[in-house]
T-cell receptor
Framework: DAGITQSPRHKVTETGTPVTLRCHQT?????MYWYRQDPGHGLRLIHY???????DKGEVSDGYSVSRSKTEDFLLTLESATSSQTSVYFC?????????????FGSGTRLTVV | SQKIEQNSEALNIQEGKTATLTCNYT??????LQWYRQDPGRGPVFLLL?????KEKRKERLKVTFDTTLKQSLFHITASQPADSATYLC????????????FGKGTTLSVSS
């Protein structure tokens, strides 16, 4: 999607290994979000950021950490991957809270933990 | 408890008909309600936003209503086409700093020709 890129697009990893997903934006938006999407659960918020080095937890943050050292990059790390973290992960950006223009989502990372 | 529900997981209609999708919520007070479209293997795409003080919003063949008393939003696609087949997500926006969108599970619309 224009202005936001997620990498990798697909990843298979083993249980117990650390994994880092990257979200990169070129829009200079202040807010960035990580969601996971699972059948029967929809999109659930993992972590979000409201500025460089400013992050907060979402609904399903256990087992995940994030970092934002630059405006354009928001990293999601699975400290020690588990099978329950097999999911599709989406990054999203917005220019402000209560934006009238919605969120812009990346294309997603499909992560499989075996 | 807080909930956001979309009326059904799947909706099948014929081309040319109006599709109506429902989003209900409990124990939330959103400032805005947003609707997104998601195609298989892709991220959600923003369609429309309606504010709590607006009754209705239109964009081409799309119409959204928002009833804060009923705690419900209706999303209509008129003159539906097979290309409208996708999953549609509603999302609540509290409009406050420190909050993020809360999504429903989505309704998958299939339009047959």
């Amino acid at each position: 999607d224009a202005g936001i890129t997620q990498s990798p697009r697909h990843k298979v990893t083993e249980t117990g290994t650390p994994v880092t997903l990257r979200c990169h934006q070129t829009e200079n938006h202040r807010y960035m979000y990580w969601y996971r999407q699972d059948p029967g659960h929809g999109l659930r918020l993992i972590h979000y950021s409201y500025g460089v080095k400013d992050t907060d937890k979402g609904e399903v943050s256990d087992g995940y950490s994030v970092s934002r050292s630059k405006t354009e990059d928001f990293l999601l790390t699975l400290e020690s991957a588990t099978s329950s973290q097999t999911s599709v992960y989406f990054c999203a950006i917005s220019d402000r809270t209560g934006t009238l223009y919605g969120y812009t989502f990346g294309s997603g990372t499909r992560l499989t933990v075996v | 408890s807080q909930k956001i529900e979309q009326n059904s997981e799947a909706l099948n209609i014929q081309e040319g008909k109006t599709a109506t999708l429902t989003c209900n919520y409990t124990n939330y007070s959103p400032a805005y309600l947003q609707w997104y479209r998601q195609d298989p293997g892709r991220g959600p795409v923003f369609l429309l936003l309606i504010r709590e003080n607006e009754k209705e919003k239109r964009k081409e063949r799309l119409k959204v209503t928002f009833d804060t008393t009923l705690k419900q939003s209706l999303f209509h696609i008129t003159a539906s086409q097979p290309a409208d087949s996708a999953t549609y997500l509603c999302a609540l926006d509290m409009g406050q700093a420190g909050t993020a969108l809360i999504f429903g599970k989505g309704t998958t619309l299939s339009v047959s020709s």
